[in-house]
């Protein structure tokens, strides 16, 4: 979170619309689909940068 910030992203839970993302694959997508700003976010994206 904090490196996130720094550089002015966010993290790829906050990214996904996932919240801590512990539920099963079907209940995220599930998340994901109700949150019209999660699906929109999704839809939009060409291209993810994950730097671990």
């Known amino acids: 979170g904090i490196a996130a910030c720094n550089i002015g992203g966010i993290t790829i839970h906050s990214f996904a619309g996932i919240g801590l993302g512990i539920e099963s694959a079907e209940v995220?997508?599930?998340?994901?689909?109700?949150n019209k700003k999660s699906s929109t976010r999704w839809l939009r994206t060409k291209v993810l940068i994950i730097d671990e």
């Open 28 to 34: 995220l997508a599930q998340k994901i689909r109700k």
